[in-house]
């Protein structure tokens, strides 16, 4: 008799939940009301059970190559009338039903958002060889910047990596772009 681990328990319908989120992230509309804000984000819609462990590679991959084709657009998609505005797609490993598009709308912010190194969070940036759209297979036009994330929470350290696609600054960033 085989007994099964609850986190391994098969995603069904894998192919029916990529095609209604592919068709969400379409969905998503930025710049509708940037006055007055220092940013709008966007999360994963209905993307949750892309964290499991056994939802599977191919799946993810196709997730993270949408994500990276819709940060895409907003940048194309820019409107010309705000003083400051970038584009930046978060790819949240392992987690990826955690990934984010943020549309920083202050330059003071932008700046200051890359700055993690705090007694609960810290951002620690990744070598220049790694990289996470070619371990992938993914190929696209965009920056690419990677952190290890160190977050403390209630006690327990939880690690994660965050890599950063778009309108990335190395000036601001430090010298983690590819």
Same mark, same amino acid.
């Given at each position: 008799?085989r007994?099964?681990?609850s986190?391994r ?5 894998q192919?029916?939940?990529l095609?209604?989120l592919?068709?969400d992230?379409?969905?998503l509309?930025?710049f509708e009301?940037e006055?007055?804000r220092?940013?709008?984000?966007f ?5 949750t ?13 196709a ?11 907003f940048?194309?998609?820019k ?9 930046v797609?978060?790819l949240? #490993?392992p987690? @990826?039903?955690e990934?984010q598009?943020?549309?920083f709308?202050s330059?003071e $912010?932008? =700046?200051t ?15 220049k060889?790694s990289?996470?759209?070619?371990k ?7 920056t690419?910047?990677g952190y290890e #994330?160190?977050l @403390?929470v209630?006690?327990?350290?939880i690690?994660?990596?965050l890599w950063? $696609?778009? =309108?990335l ?6 010298n983690?772009?590819?």
């Amino acid at each position: 008799m085989r007994s099964f681990c609850s986190d391994r328990k098969k995603v069904r319908g894998q192919r029916h939940k990529l095609r209604k989120l592919l068709r969400d992230i379409d969905g998503l509309t930025p710049f509708e009301s940037e006055s007055n804000r220092l940013y709008e984000h966007f999360h994963v819609p209905s993307g949750t059970w892309l964290n499991s462990p056994s939802t599977a590679g191919t799946v993810k991959t196709a997730f993270c190559k949408a994500w990276l084709e819709q940060c895409q657009r907003f940048i194309q998609a820019k409107p010309t009338n705000p003083s400051f505005c970038r584009v930046v797609a978060v790819l949240c #490993e392992p987690l @990826l039903g955690e990934s984010q598009i943020v549309i920083f709308y202050s330059q003071e $912010y932008f =700046e200051t958002f890359w700055k993690r190194n705090y007694s609960d969070q810290s951002w620690l940036p990744l070598n220049k060889g790694s990289s996470f759209t070619a371990k992938r297979g993914i190929t696209t036009a965009l920056t690419e910047m990677g952190y290890e #994330e160190t977050l @403390l929470v209630d006690g327990k350290t939880i690690k994660s990596t965050l890599w950063f $696609y778009g =309108e990335l600054d190395p000036c601001n960033l430090g010298n983690n772009t590819h």
